[in-house]
């Protein structure tokens, strides 16, 4: 089936940093791809929708600003938190389809802890 | 919005049990996924049902959808301990759009 891989998988940082996660079809291109966030015990809480090559939709309460999110290519979606904070330590994951009428594949999450 | 109830929140079973799980939606359903997450790790997508009274099954579990009723059901048969994991349903907004909005998730136990 389709593999979606996010890099890193866990990343630790100081507060004020930024720090950018890397999502990446590797045998299919994406359309588009979503980013989602989770809350331990929670749901996942989609954040934006992201098209190649146009910019992202985010959903109401995200910070455009502080959530970059930049989808360079039909296989390549980055999400960069800028001068991340404690509170924004979270478990971010990824997802990515084909078309309109597929599956999401997800990737495995890159756990942020922001110190 | 949408918004997806799973029932139970969570289940301890036996090992061998039967269970199933639900997911209700406060919206027409166009669509529901079904995946499983282990905890802390992306998502594995189980199955896709488009279409009222739709109804699959992969190895042991089957799932089915009612449109009339706004709902979902997994059912896993004869349980392992590899079925343990949070199991979520998701569903979108309208036929052929790709954002889910996703279930409150139903934590799995399977007791040897």
């Known amino acids: 089936g389709a593999v979606v891989s996010q890099h890193p998988s866990w990343v630790i940082c100081k507060s004020g940093t930024s720090v950018k996660i890397e999502c990446r079809s590797l045998d299919f291109q994406a359309t588009t791809m979503f980013w989602y966030r989770q809350f331990p015990k929670q749901s996942l809480m989609l954040m934006a929708t992201?098209?190649?090559?146009?910019?992202?939709?985010?959903e109401q309460g995200v910070e455009k600003d502080k959530f970059l999110i930049n989808h360079a290519s039909l296989t390549l979606s980055t999400l960069t938190v800028t001068s991340a904070h404690p509170e924004d330590s979270s478990f971010y994951i990824c997802?990515?389809?084909?078309?309109?009428?597929?599956?999401?594949?997800f990737g495995p999450g890159t756990r942020l802890t922001v110190t | 919005s949408q918004e997806l109830e799973q029932s139970p929140q969570s289940l301890i079973v036996q090992e061998g049990k039967n269970l199933t799980i639900n997911c209700t939606s406060s919206?027409?359903?166009?669509?529901l996924y079904w995946y499983k997450q282990k905890y802390g790790e992306g998502l594995i997508f189980l199955m896709m049902l488009q279409k009222g009274g739709e109804e699959k099954s992969h190895e042991k579990i089957t799932a089915k959808l009612d449109e009339k009723k706004q709902q979902s059901s997994l059912h896993i048969t004869a349980s392992q301990p590899s079925h343990a994991g949070i199991y979520l349903c998701g569903a979108p907004p309208n036929f052929g759009n790709e954002k889910l909005t996703f279930g409150t998730g139903t934590r799995l136990t399977i007791i040897p």
């Open positions: 992201s098209n190649e090559g146009s910019k992202a939709t985010y």
């Open positions: 919206k027409t359903l166009y669509g």
């Open positions: 997802s990515a389809t084909p078309d309109s009428f597929a599956e999401q594949y």
